[in-house]
């Protein structure tokens, strides 16, 4: 059963990447189904700070999905911007914050046998979603990062289709910053 259910979380990925490389407001819809199908699968692997994200992932997005179509205060979509100074240094510091919290947890409340690297691939995370929801195209870089260490360490966990998503996700991302720099505004 999880196996199947793997492979449709894939698919729903897919679907899910697509629409973030086009910018689509539709990419929150598949940004709810999949994390639900990896609450799941994730969980039986024993990978519990990205079960632990994926309800991170449900709530933002809920949140992106209403901050893209309230867009600004002209009511439009919101544009892709660059993030400032002051963004990353707020990423910065959450990053760290998270990255320090999920891998105590995973060390000291389960029996996690990857808690490093699972706790910085979830502190990573909550920036590049929160990023995508503010609309930075510089999540497309923190995404890069998040999916080849997430595709080793699918890979050494024996989730090989997820793996293979999340190496795709590489791929793609790098295609998809290119996509949305003709999109930004200055």
Not at 49 to 55: G, Q, R, V, Y
Request: aromatic content about 16%; hydrophobic content about 55%; charged content about 10%.
């Amino acid at each position: 059963m999880e196996q199947w259910l793997e492979i449709a979380g894939v698919v729903v990925g897919l679907v899910y990447l697509y629409l973030e490389y086009k910018a689509s407001i539709y990419l929150w819809i598949a940004s709810v189904i999949m994390p639900a199908i990896y609450l799941v699968v994730f969980y039986g692997a024993g990978l519990y700070a990205d079960t632990a994200i994926n309800i991170y992932y449900l709530i933002v997005a809920l949140y992106g999905y209403i901050v893209w179509k309230r867009g600004s205060t002209e009511q439009k979509e919101l544009p892709v911007t660059h993030a400032n100074g002051k963004v990353w240094g707020a990423m910065a510091v959450v990053f760290i914050l998270a990255q320090v919290l999920f891998t105590a947890i995973l060390i000291y409340l389960t029996d996690s046998d990857v808690p490093y690297i699972n706790g910085a691939t979830a502190a990573l995370s909550v920036v590049g979603m929160w990023m995508l929801a503010r609309k930075y195209i510089e999540q497309w870089i923190v995404w890069i990062v998040v999916d080849l260490l997430s595709a080793a360490l699918y890979l050494y966990k024996g989730l090989e289709p997820t793996a293979i998503l999340y190496a795709l996700y590489a791929v793609i991302a790098v295609f998809g910053y290119r996509n949305w720099k003709k999109m930004i505004v200055c």
